[in-house]
C-alpha cells in the first residue's frame, strides 16, 4: 500500500492559528495539508505586537531594546536570541502576512520533514497563482539554509 497517498487534516488547533491571517495564505494552507505527504501543525499566524516585544527581548540588553522602542522589561539578555529583524514590528506575522508550519509529529532536527512540508506549500502555491517565500530560502534559488536562511517552518507571502 506504499503508493496510497496519505491523508492529513488541520487540526482544530491549527485552524484557529490561522484566524486573521491574509486569505491567500489560509488557502495555500489548507491546499497544502491536502496534497502533503508529511503532517504538518499551524504553529503561529497573526502575532501581536507584545509577541514581538518577548521574541526581539530575547538575548538582548534593556538598552538594546529600547533603542529600538522595545519596552525595557521585555529585556532578557540571558536568554538565545531568537530574531534578526532590524525592526521589531516588521514581522510578516504583524499583518496576517506569514505563518509558521512544523511537521507532526514535532522533530525540530529533522530538516528533510521540513522539507516535504515545504513541497507542499509550494505545489499548492503554485497551483493556487499564489507567490510565496521560505525562511529557509528567502532568495528561492533551490539552494536551502544558505548563510541567514535558518527559518525552516517560515512561509509568507
Ligand atoms: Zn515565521
Not at 487534516?9 to 496534497?35: F, H, N, T
Not at 505527504?37 to 538598552?63: H, P
Not at 499583518?95 to 505545489?123: H, I, S
Not at 533551490?142 to 548563510?147: A, D, F, L, P, Q
Request: proline content about 6%.
Amino acid at each position: 500500500m506504499s503508493n496510497t497517498p496519505k491523508k492529513f487534516a488541520l487540526s482544530k488547533l491549527s485552524l484557529s492559528r490561522l484566524d486573521g491571517v491574509d486569505p491567500q495564505l489560509v488557502k495555500v494552507v489548507k491546499r497544502a495539508i491536502e496534497i502533503t505527504q508529511q503532517d504538518f501543525l499551524v504553529v503561529e499566524g497573526v502575532r501581536s505586537k507584545i509577541q514581538c516585544y518577548i521574541n526581539y527581548g530575547k538575548g538582548r540588553t534593556a538598552v538594546q531594546c529600547t533603542v529600538k522602542g522595545v519596552p525595557a522589561l521585555y529585556a532578557q539578555p540571558k536568554l538565545p536570541r531568537v530574531t534578526w529583524l532590524n525592526n521589531p514590528l516588521s514581522s510578516k506575522h504583524v499583518t496576517g502576512k506569514a505563518v509558521d508550519l512544523v511537521p507532526y509529529p514535532v522533530d525540530w532536527n529533522d530538516l528533510a520533514k521540513f522539507d516535504q512540508v515545504a513541497k507542499a506549500v509550494f505545489a499548492a502555491a503554485k497551483e493556487l497563482g499564489v507567490s510565496i517565500r521560505w525562511g529557509a530560502d528567502w532568495d528561492n534559488d533551490g539552494n536551502y539554509r544558505e548563510k541567514g536562511e535558518y527559518d525552516s517552518p517560515h512561509f509568507e507571502l
